[in-house]
């Protein structure tokens, strides 16, 4: 069982919008503004979205935003494209002691 | 152009030992803390083990706990995962992940992974 939960799959039809939600607790999310979101293509390495809840790397389209509101951190893909489909995850800094933890990852089909 | 290369998995029985490299280039390696994570179908990603720049600091998830070591070497700008005790359950991809930062937890930030290497346990 992971320790930041996220919807196993969601979808979306082409140029609409989702949100992925990825909920933590106290300890890690709603205590740290260091929550990352990466996509991953299956057998292909991941690839870093967000960072620091809100940041986007450089080259990474501004159709991917991140957001936190207490425990719930949430990554928003405007304008769907085929290209999206892929799992998505998020992880979190969660102290010392536990260090970092990841979600379970949602699969995103664009239909 | 950062990049990371891993290699030394394969196929091993329960109970025994590999070791892990992570070759480095495009980036002054002893500039940044590092991560092997590992992903297998139906489990996701899963975080595995952190180093800081000048392995200071280590930290390990607690089901590889005491029975993995990170380890780096900046001269040669290369990564480590010695793997002991492997269970069936060990079974994954494993990649390394570059940090923004000298040391894990300064950013959770990990803009760059290799390609991976497949680790498979089975008698």
């Known amino acids: 069982q992971s320790a930041l939960t996220q919807p196993a799959s969601v979808s979306g039809s082409p140029g609409q919008s989702i949100t992925i939600s990825c909920t933590g607790t106290?300890?890690?999310?709603?205590?740290?503004?260091?929550v990352s979101w990466y996509q991953h293509h299956a057998g292909k390495a991941p690839k870093l979205l967000i960072y620091?809840?809100?940041k986007r790397p450089s080259g990474i389209s501004d159709r991917f935003s991140g957001s936190k509101s207490g425990n719930t951190a949430s990554l928003t893909i405007s304008g769907l494209q085929a290209e999206d489909e892929a799992d998505y995850y998020c992880?979190?800094?969660?102290?010392?002691?536990?260090?970092?933890?990841f979600g379970g990852g949602t699969k995103l089909a664009v239909l | 152009e950062v990049q990371l290369v891993e290699s030394g998995g394969g196929l091993v029985q329960p109970g025994k030992s590999l070791r892990l490299s992570c070759a480095a280039s495009?980036?002054?390696?002893?500039?940044?803390?590092m991560h092997w994570v590992r992903h297998s179908p139906g489990k996701g990603l899963e975080w595995v083990s952190s180093?800081?720049?000048?392995?200071?600091?280590?930290y390990y998830a607690d089901s590889v706990k005491g029975r993995f070591t990170i380890s780096r070497d900046n001269a040669k700008n290369s990564l480590y995962l010695q793997m002991n005790s492997l269970r069936p359950e060990d079974a994954a991809f494993y990649y390394c992940?570059?940090?923004?930062?000298?040391?894990?937890?300064?950013?959770?930030?990990?803009?760059?992974w290799g390609q991976g290497t497949l680790v498979t346990v089975s008698s």
């Open positions: 992940a570059k940090d923004s930062a000298p040391h894990p937890g300064y950013s959770n930030t990990w803009g760059s």
């Open positions: 495009g980036f002054i390696f002893d500039d940044f803390a």
């Open positions: 180093i800081s720049w000048n392995s200071g600091s280590v």
């Open positions: 106290i300890s890690d999310i709603g205590s740290y503004d260091l």
């Open positions: 620091e809840v809100i």
């Open positions: 992880s979190s800094y969660a102290g010392i002691t536990t260090y970092v933890v």
